[in-house]
């Protein structure tokens, strides 16, 4: 059985980065009837869409959580009158909800095409469900903007080697299309081409600058590039962990002494809060169902707020609390604790782990003697301790016994505990 998990997730948009970065190659063109040949150039287009896993739609099946994604796009030649479409699709697995949001994960898509010189217009959409984003915009390329390539920022380059989707030559480079770097990342990564070198004894001379949006250079750093090959590929990291929080510009600029030309590119960039603090969506899972935490009546309180009053209270509440623990308590409870159709965190074992955490010594039972039930007592360091009783022998244990000032103990529940775990408890429970 399939569980539709669109409670979590009640927005309707879709809201993605669409990165598009250019490339150009030359191509030799024979023409046997005329026996001449000619060199062209010729242009792909890559783009590098990044959607934020909660904008998705998911479904819990038994493989674990998944979305499918649908992607339509064309690219209009604006010249021509010609347009180029396709479809993708793309299945996407998380690991937990509570995962995702502590990493605050992303989905790539990448894909591209080979275009002539122009002017274009691209649309691509992405589709979950119900769910639906568009993205359109305008792109023109002319030879002349293009002596090297655009610049891929990204936030990891490595060596490939199990022949990943995002690799170029022999490294794989994971796009970073929205250009914004929480504070947990220390290195900016890119990779751009050179084109139109001419090999020499001489080298490339390149400079990276990082300047504010005051326009002050905070960073500059430069290398010496030799050059082997008419065109050539460069991938280097910059170290950001130094920068405040706030929006940047990169500058790349590349003299050749050869021919005393200066070429270069520049992009945009923002340093952003940590991902710790950004606990900000009312569809993050869990993240309402705070009732654990509160007394019965604090808790009424909080659903009669207005819409804006329970946003306000549960931010509070989250910059009080640890999200990302809760979130982990809250997925262990729904695998570990389900019971016949009842979600496993809203269960009396399930209840209790997500409010006291895991326990740090259990007892588990065979049965006695036949009047007696299976039962688990959870205890915890701080002294405090929980007796749990399968009472119908279904697998569905509930909470008879407790030291916990926070939880209720059942006395008339006592009578399905062994004689071995009444001893084991204070004095004077069962008078």
């Given at each position: 059985m399939i569980l539709l998990l669109s409670s979590l997730f009640l927005t309707q948009t879709i809201d993605f980065h669409v990165d598009p970065v250019v490339y150009r190659s030359t191509v030799t063109i024979e023409d046997t009837i005329t026996e001449t040949v000619k060199q062209e150039d010729i242009f792909y287009i890559e783009f590098n869409c990044e959607i934020p896993y909660h904008e998705l739609y998911y479904e819990e099946s038994d493989s674990g959580i998944i979305t499918r994604a649908i992607i339509p796009f064309e690219i209009v030649n604006l010249d021509r009158a010609d347009t180029l479409a396709d479809t993708l699709y793309r299945l996407f697995t998380l690991p937990s909800f509570?995962?995702?949001?502590?990493?605050?994960?992303?989905?790539?898509?990448?894909?591209?095409?080979?275009?002539?010189?122009?002017?274009?217009?691209?649309?691509?959409?992405?589709?979950?469900?119900?769910?639906?984003?568009?993205?359109?915009?305008?792109?023109?390329?002319?030879?002349?903007?293009?002596?090297?390539?655009?610049?891929?920022?990204?936030?990891?380059?490595?060596?490939?080697?199990?022949?990943?989707?995002?690799?170029?030559?022999?490294?794989?480079?994971?796009?970073?299309?929205?250009?914004?770097?929480?504070?947990?990342?220390?290195?900016?990564?890119?990779?751009?081409?050179?084109?139109?070198?001419?090999?020499?004894?001489?080298?490339?001379?390149?400079?990276?600058?990082?300047?504010?949006?005051?326009?002050?250079?905070?960073?500059?750093?430069?290398?010496?590039?030799?050059?082997?090959?008419?065109?050539?590929?460069?991938?280097?990291?910059?170290?950001?962990?130094?920068?405040?929080?706030?929006?940047?510009?990169?500058?790349?600029?590349?003299?050749?002494?050869?021919?005393?030309?200066?070429?270069?590119?520049?992009?945009?960039?923002?340093?952003?809060?940590?991902?710790?603090?950004?606990?900000?969506?009312?569809?993050?899972?869990y993240y309402d169902k705070i009732d654990y935490f509160l007394r019965a009546g604090d808790y009424k309180k909080f659903l009669e707020l207005p819409k804006k009053g329970k946003e306000i209270f549960l931010q509070k509440f989250w910059s009080q609390h640890d999200y990302h623990e809760t979130a982990e308590r809250f997925t262990y409870a729904d695998e570990h604790f389900k019971e016949g159709y009842k979600p496993g965190h809203k269960t009396d074992r399930g209840r209790i782990h997500i409010k006291f955490g895991p326990y740090d010594e259990i007892t588990t039972s065979v049965i006695e003697v036949w009047e007696s039930k299976s039962y688990e007592t959870w205890q915890y360091d701080n002294g405090i301790r929980f007796v749990f009783v399968d009472i119908r022998s279904t697998a569905e244990f509930t909470l008879v016994w407790t030291n916990s000032s926070e939880e209720q103990s059942q006395p008339t529940l006592f009578e399905y505990l062994p004689e071995s775990v009444k001893r084991d408890l204070p004095a004077g429970t069962f008078n």
């Open positions: 509570s995962e995702a949001a502590r990493q605050q994960m992303s989905f790539l898509i990448q894909f591209g095409m080979h275009v002539l010189e122009g002017n274009y217009k691209y649309r691509i959409s992405i589709l979950s469900k119900d769910k639906r984003g568009t993205i359109e915009r305008s792109q023109t390329i002319n030879r002349t903007d293009y002596p090297m390539s655009d610049i891929l920022l990204a936030k990891e380059i490595v060596t490939d080697t199990v022949g990943d989707h995002l690799r170029k030559g022999d490294l794989k480079i994971v796009p970073l299309p929205s250009h914004n770097f929480s504070e947990r990342y220390i290195t900016l990564y890119l990779y751009y081409e050179i084109y139109d070198i001419t090999p020499d004894a001489n080298e490339l001379e390149v400079t990276y600058e990082i300047v504010n949006i005051q326009g002050e250079k905070l960073h500059q750093i430069s290398r010496h590039i030799t050059k082997r090959h008419t065109s050539q590929a460069v991938n280097v990291g910059l170290n950001i962990a130094q920068l405040e929080r706030g929006e940047y510009q990169l500058n790349i600029k590349i003299y050749d002494p050869s021919t005393e030309s200066t070429i270069g590119k520049d992009l945009a960039f923002e340093i952003t809060k940590q991902v710790s603090d950004d606990i900000s969506y009312e569809d993050l899972p």
